[in-house]
């Protein structure tokens, strides 16, 4: 079955801290995955995608499909960051989204 | 530009009562979706319609009916609300083929079934 795991329900680094938050799939077609973000008070929102290969907001994800990855990383984490992160997994020849459970990045000063 | 906009954004119902949350969306999308967000469980897709007049199921559909008798909107109804309903409820809707996964969103209507 298709499945999005993100194993880390809550990750508390120090500001100018590497980020690493984990994503994997379990798909057997040709997955197109994305990162979307949850400020607090603001509407879930796109941050970035596999296909586009771009860094948005000093993020980046690769898509690993030999460990059916996605993980998003960003080398020096700002306050701003703090948010809930989901990776989310798009189905080949379909429109539907699945989604993972959700990882809150807290950032400390 | 509102974008998607979901009414009522809180909703307190007993058990067996009915309702409808509407999402209403101005970008002239074709796809639209129903989620619900529950804490440890993420956002688990209900039901999502690819096209006026045309709906599909999602991963947890049973308890909930969706119509799209126009475009623009996405009606999500309970027939007989339990408390396992209790949840915040997402629309969102997505441009076509030429933005495949790129959904918006709108703000959520908080939804407890008591």
């Known amino acids: 079955a298709q499945r999005v795991t993100q194993p880390e329900k809550l990750l508390s680094v120090f500001k100018g801290a590497p980020v690493e938050l984990k994503c994997n799939y379990s798909y057997s077609g040709s997955p197109e995955l994305f990162w979307y973000v949850q400020y607090s008070r603001q509407r879930l929102q796109l941050l970035l995608r596999h296909i586009s290969r771009e860094s948005i907001k000093g993020f980046t994800a690769d898509l690993n499909k030999g460990e059916t990855s996605f993980h998003l990383k960003k080398p020096f984490a700002q306050e701003e960051d703090s948010a809930m992160y989901y990776c989310?997994?798009?189905?080949?020849?379909?429109?539907?989204?699945?989604f993972g459970s959700g990882t809150r990045l807290l950032v400390r000063p | 530009n509102a974008g998607v906009t979901q009414t009522p954004k809180f909703r307190v119902l007993k058990t067996g009562q009915s309702m409808t949350l509407l999402c209403a969306q101005d970008m002239n999308h074709e796809y639209m979706y129903w989620y619900r967000q529950d804490p440890g469980m993420g956002l688990r897709l209900i039901h999502y319609?690819?096209?006026?007049?045309?709906?599909a199921k999602g991963e947890v559909p049973d308890g909930y009916n969706v119509s799209r008798l126009k475009k623009q909107n996405f009606l999500l109804g309970l027939e007989s609300a339990a408390p396992s309903q209790t949840s915040v409820y997402f629309c969102?809707?997505?441009?076509?083929?030429?933005?495949?996964?790129?959904?918006?969103f709108g703000e959520g209507s908080r939804l407890t079934v008591l």
């Open positions: 989310a997994l798009l189905m080949d020849s379909s429109y539907k989204l699945i």
């Open positions: 969102a809707s997505q441009p076509g083929q030429g933005a495949i996964g790129e959904l918006f």
């Open positions: 319609s690819v096209g006026e007049g045309t709906t």
